[in-house]
């Protein structure tokens, strides 16, 4: 006969009624055993005893454990679905698919058997008999990692690759008759033939050898596999491309209003070749203005079902390195008849939106039409048009100085009343990888961001929440662009940081985000803005695409979504569908309601990932290239600032290249130093040496590792 164990009680004299009160009134705040012993005014002689209740809570499903620190209320559900983010030391969190609920912290045990971006199931009430502790049940729905890249070492039995991705932190295990020819410190391509099931690690066998380390002719090809970025288009794909005229032909144009006599121009990087959008303006009587905002229309050649759509909703985006891209379309697409390439007629979908004098919307329009654009600008273009005195008639079009002048005056309207509603504005300047002509790093730089951007950047916000109202007036189901209010434990470790910097930052019980840009607005120009605004930006949620509406919190806006590139997102093109139908039909019937309300909730999660994975891909690249860049600087000195103040040393950013590098401990004046966490600082205690945000430094370039993606720094005394 079984013995069945007694559930042991809570050690006296906590009440676990109290407790569980004490933690509903948070409304849903993750907390910490401090948290519960203020409300419960437990004495410290006690803590102990409340950190077991606490811990006997978790092993009985009360509560969870979020992380080292902070626990929460279980979801009613009691399964979490989410995505494994691993960490290069063994442990992990859980990033569930319901935004509204935390990450979770899972142990070293926990993670063992799972890879990073693994979609997992975490099971709160299931538990293993005849154990006193009850783990948590993991299941695996989904592995992330059908392929892997990395180095290839060899051994005496079996030889291993050690994954490029630091995040999987378990080599491959190779046979040696699976090697596919690769020799020693080698670059391949693997793949998983066996998971890790708890007993033992990952196997697998080289399909590819892609190269030696360090070459950066297989940066692309790195990242591609890497990441299982889609490159090649499919034969089927090709075929049906091929099948599509390379010009419009009026005849074919249908019931679309002719717009070809309005001077809409593109306005886009010096690189761009795939041109979303045109704009054109126009001065109207009472001091108001009409913009269009002309859209390429996809959909007219990407037939919903069709293998051009099942390709692109496979891709879900396009991505972009320094020296290519992979389209979301081919070429013959995304380059050629959907591209509003300069001096050729192209079918748009376009916005027509009139503004009073103080740039409030007055009226919007939404029809589909044939457009000609009549000149290709660049942001650089714009900008040096715009500070010149009188207009150049080499410059374009007739008018242009003209329209542009407006454009910009329009652009500072709409800015302002974003502003004004609470919209955050993050000034955090992304790194430009220049290249030579033979495709070799020049220089990497501050990208620009100034007024030519900031135009193009106000129109197509107006036009996505012109479209994503209207939409949402028809009732009509859609994907809309969804930005979370941020995670109150983030926003006071946010406030934490400010104020041991010296700037208060009071946090009322409900978060709006005009608070966050007014602070934004406090710290500008001084020298902790940079750290400021990405500390702020890590605060935030990530936005995803839903097709639930609670809206976009660092917009300030009610009614959101992604209209104005269906070129290069596979979101847009389905909000251009479904904007069509409404349009032709005056709605949608009840059917094809129940038919997108059906496709809308895996569309809007399998956009969402592939968003992620193309961000992650596009940072390394350009991470990359840095480490390259500094390969042949060794033992130069440049000047700095401190951009980030660890643990373990201080990271310095170069005033002469946009590049960020590691200032180890052992390379700081010998000290032992303190590492004060709250106020960003590490001091020394021997010699009082402080180190802190913002402070200039002289670096000297001691080493740049590819393998770990990092540049390090000496200090220069």
């Not at 009840?590 to 895996?602: F, G, N, S, V």
């Amino acid at each position: 006969m079984r013995k069945t164990s007694k559930k042991k009680d809570l050690p006296s004299p906590f009440s676990l009624k109290e407790i569980l009160s004490s933690i509903r009134a948070r409304k849903g705040e993750p907390f910490t055993l401090t948290d519960v012993a203020q409300a419960l005014d437990v004495d410290p002689s006690r803590r102990k005893d409340l950190r077991q209740t606490l811990r006997a809570m978790v092993n009985e499903r009360k509560i969870v454990r979020l992380d080292r620190r902070h626990y929460g209320l279980p979801p009613q559900e009691k399964v979490i679905i989410g995505r494994v983010q691993a960490h290069r030391a063994g442990f992990g969190f859980l990033i569930p698919e319901d935004s509204s609920f935390p990450d979770i912290f899972l142990s070293r045990r926990e993670v063992k058997d799972l890879m990073h971006r693994d979609k997992v199931a975490l099971h709160l009430s299931r538990k293993e008999r005849g154990r006193k502790k009850t783990p948590r049940v993991i299941e695996v729905l989904e592995r992330a990692n059908r392929r892997v890249v990395g180095r290839y070492e060899e051994g005496p039995k079996w030889d291993r690759v050690v994954p490029d991705e630091q995040r999987l932190v378990q080599p491959i295990r190779i046979a040696k008759k699976a090697s596919g020819g690769a020799r020693k410190d080698q670059i391949v391509l693997a793949e998983i033939t066996r998971y890790p099931d708890g007993m033992e690690g990952p196997e697998g066998k080289v399909l590819k050898v892609l190269g030696d380390p360090g070459d950066p002719r297989l940066d692309s090809e790195i990242i591609i596999h890497k990441y299982d970025l889609p490159d090649e288009f499919p034969s089927s794909v090709l075929e049906e491309a091929s099948m599509i005229p390379s010009a419009v032909q009026e005849t074919r144009a249908g019931k679309r209003r002719d717009l070809r006599k309005i001077p809409f121009v593109t306005i886009d990087g010096e690189t761009a070749r795939d041109f979303d959008d045109a704009v054109a303006i126009s001065r109207e009587p009472g001091g108001r203005l009409k913009l269009w905002v002309s859209i390429a229309d996809v959909s007219h050649y990407v037939r919903e079902d069709s293998a051009l759509d099942q390709e692109a909703f496979r891709r879900g985006t396009s991505v972009y390195f320094p020296e290519r891209a992979l389209p979301m379309l081919p070429h013959a697409l995304s380059t050629g008849v959907c591209s509003l390439n300069p001096e050729e007629d192209r079918l748009c979908m376009t916005v027509t939106l009139e503004f009073d004098r103080r740039g409030e919307v007055l009226q919007a329009d939404f029809f589909p039409s044939l457009i000609h654009s009549h000149a290709r600008l660049t942001y650089t273009r714009v900008k040096k048009i715009l500070e010149s005195d009188q207009p150049d008639p080499d410059t374009g079009p007739p008018g242009l100085y003209q329209d542009l002048q407006t454009m910009a005056a329009l652009c500072r309207k709409l800015r302002a009343r974003r502003m004004e509603r609470g919209s955050i504005d993050f000034d955090l300047p992304e790194p430009e990888v220049i290249l030579d002509v033979q495709g070799q790093i020049e220089e990497i730089v501050k990208r620009e961001r100034h007024i030519g951007h900031q135009i193009i950047e106000e129109f197509m916000i107006a036009a996505n929440e012109a479209v994503a109202r209207f939409l949402d007036q028809r009732r009509a189901p859609s994907l809309h662009r969804v930005h979370d209010p941020p995670d109150p434990k983030k926003v006071e470790e946010f406030k934490e940081f400010v104020e041991h910097l010296g700037y208060p930052f009071a946090v009322k019980a409900k978060l709006h985000p005009r608070t966050f840009q007014k602070f934004l607005d406090r710290v500008r120009g001084m020298p902790e803005e940079k750290s400021v605004n990405f500390l702020l930006l890590r605060s935030m949620r990530q936005a995803r695409y839903s097709e639930s509406k609670p809206g976009h919190f660092a917009l300030a806006a009610e009614h959101y979504l992604h209209f104005t590139s269906p070129i290069r997102r596979y979101p847009d093109l389905v909000v251009h569908r479904i904007l069509k139908e409404v349009l032709q039909h005056g709605g949608l019937t009840e059917r094809r309601t129940q038919r997108w309300q059906k496709k809308l909730p895996a569309i809007a999660e399998h956009s969402s990932q592939r968003e992620r994975v193309a961000m992650e891909a596009e940072r390394e690249i350009v991470d990359r290239k840095k480490v390259q860049f500094m390969r042949d600087k060794l033992g130069q000195e440049f000047n700095g600032y401190i951009s980030g103040v660890v643990p373990f040393g201080v990271f310095v950013e170069l005033e002469e290249f946009f590049i960020e590098g590691l200032v180890h401990l052992n390379r700081l004046p010998e000290d032992h130093y303190e590492f004060l966490e709250k106020k960003h600082t590490l001091v020394g205690r021997r010699l009082n040496r402080v180190f802190r945000l913002g402070d200039r430094v002289r670096v000297r370039v001691e080493a740049a590792s590819l393998e770990r993606r990092q540049v390090d720094f000496g200090l220069v005394q």
